[in-house]
């Protein structure tokens, strides 16, 4: 894997961990220069980088800990680097898991459709779509339902 392939993936990764302890802000700080578009249905709602960690603070669940309590886990990741752009893109399933009354359940399972350009050697999303494609029991993740 190149150096190039490592960053992204690692962006890619980090997005799961912090929205997983509830560090809505770092969220927001990775699509700092990106747009960042999520939907169901083929219904896609986008916003940019700024109103990340606001629309998340508002939207998910966190426990007296401060986390969703939940684990996002992405396989499958595709990634497609053109070096001499500073481009590249990748594409990934994501299944949401939540620990509830009746133990631990999928919530959500999806993919993620990203891009991202390098900007002074350091890789940066430019774009993530999030597409849920089978949607669970959201009831004690999200105070509301965005799809």
């Known amino acids: 894997m190149t150096d190039a392939a490592i960053a992204i993936a690692n962006l890619v990764f980090v997005y799961a961990e912090r929205v997983d302890l509830g560090d809505f802000d770092g ?3 990775l699509f700092d220069t990106a747009t960042y578009r ?3 249905a083929g219904a896609v709602t986008t916003i940019d980088g700024a109103q990340v960690a606001s629309l998340l603070r508002k939207m998910v669940i966190t426990g007296p800990d401060g986390t969703p309590g939940t684990k996002h886990v992405t396989t499958n990741l595709i990634i497609e680097v053109d070096e001499d752009a500073g481009t ?3 594409r990934s399933y ?3 898991l939540q620990a509830g009354p009746d ?5 959500v399972a999806g993919r993620y459709h990203d891009a991202f350009a390098c900007v002074d050697g350091q890789w940066r999303f430019t774009d993530r ?3 849920s494609d089978l949607i669970g029991d959201l009831t004690r993740h999200l105070r509301r339902n965005p799809y």
């Open 103 to 107: 133990g631990i359940q999928p919530i």
């Open 88 to 90: 590249a893109t990748s």
């Open 129 to 131: 779509l999030i597409l």
């Open 27 to 29: 969220v927001g700080e």
């Open 38 to 40: 999520a939907g169901a």
């Open 94 to 96: 994501f299944t949401v």
